[in-house]
């Protein structure tokens, strides 16, 4: 059984950092592109970042300089260092898990991020 697991998430001033974790189990991580999307209330889901297997990113520009995407392959974890929080970043995070190959996409339950002062 397939499993993504996020953390990390919570409350933080506008300003400020935080780093959301996503641990997954059965699947062969290290061949999956990695992703993060947020779904903010009344908007449609959206990319944040995506790491291929072969360590390409790939960047929202809303996002691009402050967020950092990184995966672990040992750990089957991928993160998502969150820089410079402001207002438009609070949105529920997802974690994907992607293989163009067998054809297969795999989500996270979502964690809660909020910039506010």
């Known amino acids: 059984q397939v499993q993504l697991v996020e953390s990390g998430g919570g409350l933080v001033q506008p300003g400020g950092s935080l780093r959301l974790s996503c641990a997954a189990s059965g699947i062969f991580f290290s061949i999956y592109t990695m992703g993060w999307y947020r779904q903010a209330p009344g908007k449609q889901r959206e990319l944040v970042a995506t790491?291929?297997?072969?360590?390409?990113?790939n960047y929202a520009g809303s996002v691009k300089g402050r967020f950092t995407i990184s995966r672990d392959n040992a750990k089957s974890t991928v993160y998502l260092q969150m820089n410079n929080l402001k207002p438009e970043d609070t949105a529920v995070y997802y974690c994907n898990a992607h293989n163009s190959y067998y054809n297969n996409d795999y989500w996270g339950q979502g964690t809660q991020v909020t910039a506010s002062s």
């Open positions: 790491l291929t297997s072969g360590g390409s990113t």
